[in-house]
């Protein structure tokens, strides 16, 4: 990997190499130096385990799997996409064919009449009837009744190519095409990771409904049991009417949660292209599972397998294409010019015309070299630009991929934390609750112990929720599942 990784440096180098042979000086290029492993807490070794193309079946999800599957078919983000690929692919072969010969054959016909009359012409005093020598001469010099003519010709251009600007422009297609191949991966990791993060969402929202009923039955129960304890005097009626305030917020809570959900499947069905669909079509579990544990990798791998790395290298790759092609601009052009005609006119008499021709030319820029040297000034601005831009795309990459795995590496600390605080919390307030009921405490103690124990659950469904939506992160600063070798282009 670090050998293929050495070979596409050297390619870009190459290119520089070749860019900076004319007015504007080299191009710089990027620094694609990264560290040999990720700097996060015991961090392993990266082996050999590849990320899935199909990277969301680490969760083991079979729904996850089936909006995956749909969104990739027909969401409106992944045709969109694959439209914009297919325009790069036509606007390729577009730019590749104006460097060969170009040609038209052209073609006429036209049928004349004429009904001129004429009198008093002889040929020496003689007419054509008595002379039948004449009668072709006669032909000859009046004109025909009905003239038939029929055109054609064939003309080529073609530059000879004897300065290599055929594959400077090729370089550059092709730079351009793979550039919007590797935005169209990026708009689909995109969108694969918006279908599992707005599921996992629209979980944890379903998780949150399902608490904050429970919450709101607690508090009716409760509100019942101060109700009752105010009839037999064992309470104060404030405490009983503090208890129906608290049903009251609880049930409002869950109204609010519910509208929350009901959107969150809204949006999840828009995003895999069902939009129109009422929402109870989908149905969300109240579940939230563990995030997978990720196969290891080295920094290096962010190289060839971020969509948005390749991306902005092939668009390197392009603007060093561009600035040959505009050095290139200052040098002679020579062309062929061949073409054939042949004419064909049937009247009194029949005549056929042939031509051919075989022409070159040549041209120099000299009155438009400053104009031409500026444009390529300009130009290897925006090449530094692209280099600038490239390797700032690689060190955001190695920023997301580090950060990425030192939060999910503190999730699963935090998850096993919390997990272990909700249990306590859970058992104390059911405690407090038997102590209430009989008697042992007063009520503010008991709302304490409720207070703790549904900060705690909520705490670890916003953390189940979150490590899950970590993950998808990770997995996508990663690169994902995604190759990233596409087919490799013919310069």
Not at 107 to 122: C, E, L, P, R, V
Not at 155 to 181: I, P, Q, Y
């Amino acid at each position: 990997m670090q050998r293929l990784t050495r070979q596409r440096v050297a390619g870009i180098g190459l290119a520089l190499a070749l860019a900076g042979c004319a007015p504007g000086g080299k191009v710089h290029g990027p620094d694609v130096r990264l560290p040999a492993t990720f700097e996060r807490p015991a961090a392993p070794e990266p082996n050999a385990a590849q990320m899935p193309q199909a990277w969301w079946t680490l969760f083991d999800d079979a729904q996850l799997d089936r909006l995956e599957a749909e969104a990739l078919s027909r969401a409106p983000d992944a045709r969109t996409a694959l439209s914009r690929l297919t325009e790069a692919y036509a606007i390729r072969s577009s730019a590749l064919n104006a460097y060969n010969p170009q040609g038209a054959l052209n073609g006429q016909a036209s049928d004349a009449h004429n009904g001129t009359t004429y009198s008093g012409i002889s040929f020496s005093g003689a007419g054509a009837s008595s002379n039948p020598a004449l009668a072709g001469l006669e032909n000859l010099f009046l004109p025909a009744d009905e003239t038939k003519t029929y055109q054609g010709g064939f003309s080529v251009s073609w530059e000879l190519d004897l300065f290599g600007r055929r594959k400077a422009a090729r370089r550059a297609a092709n730079a351009d095409m793979l550039a919007a191949r590797f935005d169209f991966e990026a708009s689909r990791l995109s969108l694969e990771a918006n279908v599992a993060t707005s599921l996992f969402q629209a979980r944890a929202l379903a998780v949150q409904l399902e608490d904050a009923r429970e919450t709101a039955r607690i508090a009716a129960s409760l509100a019942e049991l101060g109700r009752k304890k105010a009839e037999r005097g064992l309470s104060s009626a404030s405490d009983s009417a503090r208890l129906d305030a608290d049903a009251d917020t609880a049930r409002s809570e869950a109204l609010r949660i519910e509208a929350l959900a009901t959107a969150a499947r809204r949006t999840l069905l828009t995003l895999i292209g069902r939009g129109t669909e009422p929402t109870n079509a989908l149905t969300i579990e109240a579940r939230l599972a563990p995030p997978p544990v990720l196969p290891t990798t080295a920094p290096s791998a962010l190289l060839r397998r971020r969509p948005d790395v390749r991306e902005a290298e092939q668009k390197l790759r392009s603007a060093i294409g561009t600035l040959t092609l505009d050095r290139l601009a200052l040098l002679p052009t020579l062309t062929l010019n061949p073409s054939v005609a042949v004419q064909r006119s049937e009247a009194n008499y029949t005549s056929e015309t042939s031509i051919w021709t075989l022409a070159a030319g040549a041209s120099a820029p000299i009155l438009d070299r400053p104009r031409l040297i500026a444009m390529a000034r300009l130009q290897k601005a925006r090449a530094e630009e692209a280099s600038v831009l490239f390797e700032q795309t690689i060190l955001n990459a190695y920023r997301d991929a580090e950060n990425g795995l030192n939060q999910l590496d503190a999730d699963q600390s935090r998850l096993t934390l919390l997990t272990q605080a909700e249990a306590r919390s859970r058992f104390a307030f059911k405690a407090s609750e038997r102590a209430y009921r009989d008697g042992l405490i007063d009520l503010t103690t008991l709302l304490d112990a409720e207070r703790s124990w549904r900060a705690s659950r909520s705490s670890l469904t916003a953390l189940q929720a979150g490590a899950l939506n970590d993950a998808v992160s990770t997995i996508k600063a990663l690169g994902g599942g995604w190759s990233g070798a596409p087919k490799k282009l013919r310069e």
